[in-house]
């Protein structure tokens, strides 16, 4: 299995910051990489699809580039609905998700 | 606009067969674009992708390999819908189980029903 895995774990930040969250994979997947955030009693909502596609509806503020076996997530200017957990998964080899990226309020 | 949703039972004894059902409208099962996948999530595992269900001019199935042996994941076109079967189940399979939809061009999922918690308890 291709293993998914994001640094930080948890990120502390406050309302305007740029985040960023890094996603490296055990091998190579290309750019068959989403991302996703999940906020608690909910279903993960996708952000990015293909390292770097915006999905429809999603803020501008997101974005995501990388391929092969490093992507990053970036959040330009973080707003309170953005306090949420970041998950990465690859689509190269069946599916892996990544193990999330808490994001908190500082 | 696709709506997946989620039906089955939230308790399930051990060795027992645990067996939800998603619901698909606004999509076909039998999609020849679209993909119907079963995720689950808890604590220990994280974000598990379990398997899905696809035609291309005939049905395939593709399971993950943690539990390859024990999952069944079988389309019903007549209700436009499909199900999860998981059999013999411990208390590892306490989770909460999502059905998800992903697109051949994307490799992602795009549309995920509510999410149903299961419990494996005697």
């Known amino acids: 299995d291709i293993q998914m895995t994001q640094s930080p774990s948890t990120l502390s930040a406050s309302v305007g910051d740029r985040v960023t969250i890094t996603c490296r994979a055990s091998?190579?997947?290309?750019?068959?990489l989403a991302w996703y955030q999940q906020k608690p009693g909910k279903a993960p909502k996708v952000l990015i699809y293909?390292?770097?596609s915006l999905e429809s509806g999603v803020p501008s503020r997101f974005s995501g580039s990388g391929s092969g076996t490093e992507f990053t997530l970036t959040i330009s200017s973080l707003q309170p609905d953005d306090f949420a957990t970041y998950y990465c998964?690859?689509?190269?080899?069946?599916?892996?998700f990544g193990q999330g990226t808490k994001v908190e309020i500082k | 606009q696709v709506q997946l949703q989620q039906s089955g039972p939230g308790l399930v004894k051990p060795s027992q067969t645990l067996s939800l059902t998603c619901a698909i409208s606004g999509d076909s099962v039998s999609s020849n674009s679209a993909e119907w996948n079963w995720i689950r999530q808890s604590p220990s595992r994280g974000l598990e992708w379990l398997g899905r269900?696809?035609?291309?001019?005939?049905?395939?199935?593709e399971n993950a390999e943690s539990v390859r042996s024990r999952i069944t994941i079988n389309p019903d076109t007549t209700k436009n819908q499909f199900s999860l079967q998981l059999n013999s189940v411990s208390s590892e399979d306490t989770a909460v189980y999502y059905c998800a939809r992903s697109l051949n061009d994307d490799q992602a999922f795009d549309f995920w029903g509510q999410g149903t918690m299961v419990t494996v308890s005697s």
């Open positions: 293909k390292a770097s």
């Open positions: 091998e190579s997947v290309s750019r068959w």
């Open positions: 998964q690859q689509g190269h080899t069946l599916w892996t």
């Open positions: 269900t696809y035609y291309r001019s005939k049905w395939y199935n």
